[in-house]
């Protein structure tokens, strides 16, 4: 199962939705068309242009709108880029409505690869960009260079170096039940999504059967 699939999987019939840090908003449509949504919302720190609404936000900060306002919450790949993750899911919490639910993909600080790369004394494979321009502290880590893309043409800002592509904080599969849990949310499931050193079919059963150690998750919560 991809992430993609595995997010669409928990959606459910939704009013009104909102994406924290929707990046291009492919996602974002996808997700709120299938929860039939009424009222489509996205909130980023990049210029991004889009065919719904889009509110320009810092996510370490408290959110630009009402409490219980939404009955979703998408967190898609957000989380890990956050210095202030306590905040993020108490304001996520707060502009949902009772009853209402979130679903959160990100990166798993306790996958097979971490785990073997901290064996060895590298950095964590999610936790090796963001610091220079290309990848540091792990040998076998994809040697991306950003610098091309992290620009904002207007500011002349890099966005690199402010931190919007570093992983800053990424969460281990318990650490994130524990602290979603702590702020007032029932974790209703979590879908583990790759499992390394395999593929396909064997991928997907052993991030079934072992999520603390799957390559990424997904997890819906909801407001209690």
Same mark, same amino acid.
């Given at each position: 199962?991809?992430?993609?699939?595995?997010?669409?999987?928990?959606?459910?019939?939704?009013?009104?939705? $909102?994406?924290?840090?929707?990046?291009?908003?492919?996602?974002?449509?996808?997700?709120?068309?299938?929860?039939?949504?009424?009222?489509?919302?996205?909130?980023?720190?990049?210029?991004?242009?889009?065919?719904?609404?889009?509110?320009?936000?810092?996510?370490?900060?408290?959110? /630009?709108?009402?409490?219980?306002? +939404?009955?979703? $919450?998408?967190?898609?790949?957000?989380?890990?880029?956050?210095?202030?993750?306590?905040?993020?899911?108490?304001?996520?919490?707060?502009?949902?409505?009772?009853?209402?639910?979130?679903?959160?993909?990100?990166?798993?600080?306790?996958?097979?690869?971490?785990?073997?790369? %901290? $064996?060895?004394?590298?950095? /964590?494979?999610?936790?090796?960009?963001?610091?220079?321009?290309?990848?540091?502290?792990? /040998?076998?880590?994809?040697?991306?260079? +950003?610098?091309?893309? $992290?620009?904002?043409?207007?500011?002349?800002?890099?966005?690199?170096?402010?931190?919007?592509?570093?992983?800053?904080?990424? %969460?281990?599969?318990?650490?994130?039940?524990?602290?979603?849990?702590?702020?007032?949310?029932?974790?209703?499931?979590?879908?583990?999504?790759?499992?390394?050193?395999?593929?396909?079919?064997?991928?997907?059963?052993?991030?079934?059967?072992?999520?603390?150690?799957?390559?990424?998750?997904?997890?819906?919560?909801?407001?209690?």
């Amino acid at each position: 199962m991809h992430d993609r699939e595995a997010v669409l999987s928990l959606i459910e019939k939704s009013d009104s939705f $909102v994406d924290l840090g929707c990046g291009d908003g492919k996602m974002t449509k996808a997700a709120a068309r299938k929860a039939n949504a009424k009222s489509i919302l996205g909130l980023d720190s990049l210029p991004i242009k889009s065919s719904f609404k889009i509110i320009k936000g810092n996510l370490n900060r408290k959110f /630009p709108f009402k409490s219980n306002s +939404f009955d979703a $919450v998408l967190s898609h790949y957000s989380l890990e880029h956050l210095y202030n993750s306590g905040l993020f899911i108490s304001e996520t919490r707060r502009i949902l409505k009772k009853g209402g639910y979130t679903i959160v993909a990100t990166d798993n600080l306790s996958n097979w690869p971490t785990i073997i790369a %901290l $064996v060895f004394g590298f950095q /964590p494979f999610s936790l090796a960009d963001g610091i220079c321009k290309k990848s540091i502290g792990n /040998p076998l880590a994809l040697r991306a260079n +950003f610098g091309e893309i $992290v620009r904002d043409k207007k500011t002349d800002q890099d966005w690199r170096l402010s931190g919007e592509w570093s992983h800053n904080k990424v %969460l281990s599969y318990q650490a994130l039940i524990d602290s979603y849990q702590e702020y007032g949310f029932k974790i209703e499931k979590v879908i583990g999504v790759g499992y390394f050193p395999f593929g396909g079919i064997l991928s997907k059963l052993f991030a079934n059967i072992d999520k603390r150690h799957a390559h990424l998750l997904v997890m819906k919560a909801r407001k209690i």
